[in-house]
């Protein structure tokens, strides 16, 4: 029996341990963890070392060994998050129907865990806390498989965390982190139908990938974001240029982040240069078909390759197009039904756009940096999937669930 | 490019369309194909004669030959599920939740298609029509791969469903019939991430296992079921026998049929004797452990692998077990989380037993027969779920729809 296997069968042990925890207990075991994380700082730090050394050794790029760093102030804020999630109503044992069946039968559709969660993720070793809070949140148990140039941080995230619901009386083994970090790890999780219920990648496009491609378990993908702007014909152009401001600069590395604006040829020559006004702040870098080019002397020309592309970084496609339907049709062939947007005072356009457009969140006069589980209400999330199955936008606790069943009868036979 | 793969071509661009369609079409579509099905009832008729020749010539057996068999009144029969599916509420476009955000966003959770659903499935023609009716319903478009026994049916059914749909306005695309029956095709199918949104297959374990172990595009698994009814030591035996009675032999086919029983030892001397008699009526082959072999003088013994057995016939296991853990754990390791059933008067018990048991269907005192979508009141089902992901128990056409966030704003960034 591989490794994975023997942790795959030790977690659904304890998922079944889980299934009659109180609400109360699962919320102890959160508070515990975030405790755990701030008195085991100096060791986590520590460890933390390890892996900034190795990584400054191999050469991670100054970006990457930033998202790997940690020290006190940054644990005490993995564990507020912990603590965050920790105060979120309970998502289990939620009535979501209840029907009366006329031969007497009462049946209630109601919330349960999904069971055991496998989480393959990359460099960040936040992501270790907050999957695992998120998980037990949930009343699921959850394997970490991290990148291996978090190993150490990660190895003693989890070391802490164990150590802590253990203490408030759940299996240790509610958590659990793949130790192994090579390829065959992630492919012995992707293989464990029948143990692992649900795999979700969480980084970049070529992780998420590999992962829908190759898992025998049902995944829930998430991440690539291209995200357009349509700016209407009748849209209020100062609020267009705000959006596209807010949606490309406030944080361009996203997946919520716009990559492409779509602008209707009739406002085309008023509403580019505003927004190119706004963009030259942050110096981004524009690339424009050949109208927008005539509108936007200097800029450079956009290659068939830049449609669609996610560049997650401060530079913009930009398309003229002919009418609504033409911008929905870029939508439709280069979009990732992430996050789309359309800027207009027509609302008839509009209901028309948020109607037709096939995206996870469509926006009328808003920006696409709203899609979060923090925007939307839900606290904390795991990823925005951007699937259609199971569960689309952002994953919170509640997307963590699964419904059962329980049926009432007094000697029902049918 | 495959002949599959144009297939998917084309449903992605009807799904567009799709996505464009009041329900009331949607609905006068369903009633034309119901009226086409009945109108070209002679042809299909002269198709399904061909592949019952072809059948009998290949030897498949009785049984295979009446699930294949269609005459006028079948066909009738099809047609009004057709129109009973049709009568149902629509499930697009319905608001689940609606949240109003301190900045002002207003964000609405609102069912959507799912897109292109792709159904594998075996011999019997009326899935065909079934499939069709329940996609198109819940907004989706499908592409059907039957099987080859029923292909001249199929085809016949298929063309007479897609002529009434275009009469209506919908593109014929929105059903597509996969001609090629070879073991290529479905496996093309399941490659075709990107244009098939998910994926069910319907039919024996075979084909299920086969598709979730290869399949890229999401699956909803369906299918297998080895129900249990545990018989408490509070239980009402009169009770318990007749649910046992109605659970093997009401229809030993079906997977939510009950497979096997678990007797608690302070009442298995009184209960299985009652539960014998009534089983006797239609000679249900009785296999026991040593205790119940003990108590029920004459019948056969239980080998470990009747366990977890699913016999789909009249065959019954029974067990005696220590308590009701004992009965958990008996389901734990054997069941295959479709539908399981306590008997007993003891109501706490019976609350432990619903919470503890992770199956999509739990009953106190009533037969696991009601794991049926027209049982639970969603009308017509395409199959029972028996995973955690995204659907669970009976799969109406409420379940074969997806969510989308529509966030309506008035210029708010981030």
């Known amino acids: 029996m591989s490794e994975v296997m023997e942790m795959a069968v030790r977690a659904k042990e304890a998922k079944r341990y889980m299934a009659t925890v109180s609400p109360a207990v699962r919320?102890?075991?959160?508070?515990?963890?975030?405790?755990?994380?701030?008195?085991?700082?100096?060791?986590?730090?520590?460890?933390?070392?390890?892996?900034?050394?190795?990584?400054?050794?191999?050469?991670?790029?100054?970006?990457?060994?930033?998202?790997?760093?940690?020290?006190?102030?940054?644990?005490?804020?993995?564990?507020?998050s912990v603590r965050d999630i920790a105060a979120l109503p309970d998502p289990i044992g939620r009535v979501l129907e209840s029907i009366q069946r006329p031969n007497g039968l009462r049946i209630m559709k109601m919330t349960v865990p999904l069971g055991v969660i496998a989480v393959i993720y990359e460099a960040r070793p936040n992501v270790t806390a907050d999957s695992a809070a998120l998980c037990l949140k949930s009343g699921n148990v959850v394997i970490l498989r991290g990148g291996k140039e978090a190993i150490h941080s990660n190895t003693a995230i989890t070391e802490a965390m164990r150590s802590a619901v253990a203490a408030v009386g759940l299996p240790a083994d509610?958590?659990?982190?793949?130790?192994?970090?090579?390829?065959?790890?992630?492919?012995d999780l992707?293989?464990?139908?029948?143990?692992?219920?649900?795999?979700?990648?969480?980084?970049?496009?070529?992780?998420?990938?590999?992962?829908?491609?190759?898992?025998?378990?049902?995944?829930?993908?998430?991440?690539?974001g291209v995200c357009h702007v349509y700016i209407d014909k009748a849209a209020d152009l100062d609020m267009a240029a705000d959006i596209v401001y807010n949606a490309k600069t406030s944080r361009p590395s996203v997946c919520n982040a716009c990559e492409c604006i779509l602008v209707h040829k009739?406002?085309?020559?008023?509403?580019?240069?505003?927004?190119?006004?706004?963009?030259?702040?942050?110096?981004?870098?524009?690339?424009?078909?050949?109208?927008?080019?005539?509108?936007l002397p200097g800029i450079k020309q956009a290659q068939e390759d830049d449609w669609g592309q996610e560049y997650n970084d401060y530079i913009l496609a930009i398309k003229v197009v002919n009418d609504m339907f033409e911008a929905m049709d870029h939508i439709y062939r280069y979009g990732t039904?992430?996050?789309?947007?359309?800027?207009?005072?027509?609302?008839?356009?509009?209901?028309?756009?948020?109607?037709?457009?096939?995206?996870?969140a469509v926006y009328h006069n808003a920006s696409t940096r709203f899609t979060d589980g923090?925007?939307?209400?839900?606290?904390?999330?795991?990823?925005?999937?951007?699937?259609?199955?199971?569960?689309?936008?952002?994953?919170?606790?509640?997307?963590?669930t699964s419904i059962k069943y329980v049926v009432y009868g007094s000697g029902q036979v049918r």
Chains 1, 2 share one sequence.
């Open 27 to 80: 919320k102890n075991a959160l508070l515990a963890m975030a405790d755990a994380l701030e008195q085991n700082s100096d060791d986590i730090v520590s460890a933390n070392l390890q892996d900034m050394v190795a990584g400054t050794k191999a050469g991670l790029s100054a970006a990457l060994l930033d998202r790997l760093m940690l020290d006190g102030t940054r644990i005490s804020a993995i564990a507020q």
């Open 174 to 187: 509610c958590i659990q982190l793949v130790p192994d970090t090579r390829r065959e790890s992630a492919n």
């Open 190 to 224: 992707m293989g464990l139908t029948g143990y692992v219920d649900v795999l979700i990648p969480r980084g970049g496009r070529g992780l998420i990938q590999s992962v829908v491609q190759q898992s025998r378990v049902p995944v829930i993908e998430t991440g690539a």
């Open 266 to 295: 009739d406002v085309a020559a008023a509403a580019l240069p505003l927004i190119r006004q706004k963009l030259d702040e942050k110096k981004v870098e524009l690339r424009g078909d050949e109208t927008a080019c005539a509108i």
């Open 337 to 360: 039904m992430h996050s789309e947007c359309i800027v207009t005072e027509d609302y008839e356009a509009a209901e028309r756009f948020l109607q037709q457009v096939d995206a996870a």
């Open 374 to 400: 923090g925007e939307f209400g839900f606290g904390a999330e795991i990823g925005i999937s951007t699937q259609k199955l199971h569960a689309r936008g952002p994953l919170g606790v509640n997307e963590l």
